[in-house]
């Protein structure tokens, strides 16, 4: 029989991107493609963990023994990651639209000649941080994904500050790297020594893999 080192624990992930609708047909998104996040809930649900997995819009079938959860706006992941606690480990993936459109418009907006429509935008709530900051249900374990353009590392050590979480696994989406949509990922594991939150902040940078060798290899992080 396989091993199963992650029997009895509950996994929740969020993966893919968010759209955030403008009006009836048209919404906000971005590049995320959801494959990172599902090769996790795959390689966690491999290795025995009861695994929720809540997903953006994405062209991806459901992983299999995994419980899915498909929302469309950063509102509705943020309420179906709630009612999914409490776990004992959370990995935040998807890649959650920063705004949203102030004011849906409840009918598709009408094109005028000469003049645009004006779009205001405001902030959508930051799951990850809310989560690392929950009090009652925080799950033992936090891992947040940071995506970055430029000044990687640097980024991520202030995120992990700021957010609260324990762990950030962070990868280089300049669009020469081919990470966004692509199938393979380069990713540096940002944690404190011996886990103290107030521990020595600790890089440990992977090479070049398969999203899934990133998947698998996180999840033996985890095991340990
Ligand atoms: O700040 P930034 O968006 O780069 O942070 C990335 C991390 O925060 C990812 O783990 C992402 O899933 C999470 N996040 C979130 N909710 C948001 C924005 C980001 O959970 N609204």
Not at 54 to 66: A, E, H, K, M, R
Not at 90 to 98: R, W
Not at 161 to 176: E, F, H, L, M, Q
């Amino acid at each position: 029989p396989m091993p199963r080192p992650l029997a009895g624990k509950r996994v929740l992930i969020t993966a893919g991107p968010t759209h955030e609708p403008i009006d009836p047909v048209r919404y906000i998104a971005n590049r995320s493609s959801g494959k990172q996040g599902f090769a996790i809930a795959a390689a966690a649900q491999a290795a025995g963990a009861e695994v929720i997995l809540v997903s953006g819009p994405v062209d991806l079938g459901d992983p299999q023994g995994v419980t899915v959860k498909h929302v469309e706006s950063a509102r509705q992941m943020l309420e179906q990651v709630r009612a999914s606690l409490p776990v004992d480990i959370a990995i935040f993936a998807a890649a959650v639209a920063d705004w949203r459109v102030a004011s849906e418009g409840e009918q598709k907006l009408k094109k005028t000649a000469g003049s645009m429509p004006p779009l205001q935008l405001v902030e959508n709530p930051d799951i990850l941080a809310t989560i690392s900051k929950l009090t009652d249900q925080r799950p033992p374990l936090v891992i947040g994904f940071a995506a970055e353009t430029e000044h990687l590392i640097d980024n991520a050590k202030s995120k992990l500050a700021r957010k609260g979480c324990d762990w950030i696994v962070a990868n280089d989406v300049s669009p020469a790297t081919g990470v966004m949509g692509g199938d393979r990922n380069t990713v540096h594991l940002i944690s404190r020594k011996n886990g103290e939150s107030t521990g020595e902040i600790e890089v440990d940078s992977w090479p070049v893999m398969t999203k899934e060798q990133v998947a698998t290899q996180l999840v033996a992080r985890l095991v340990k």
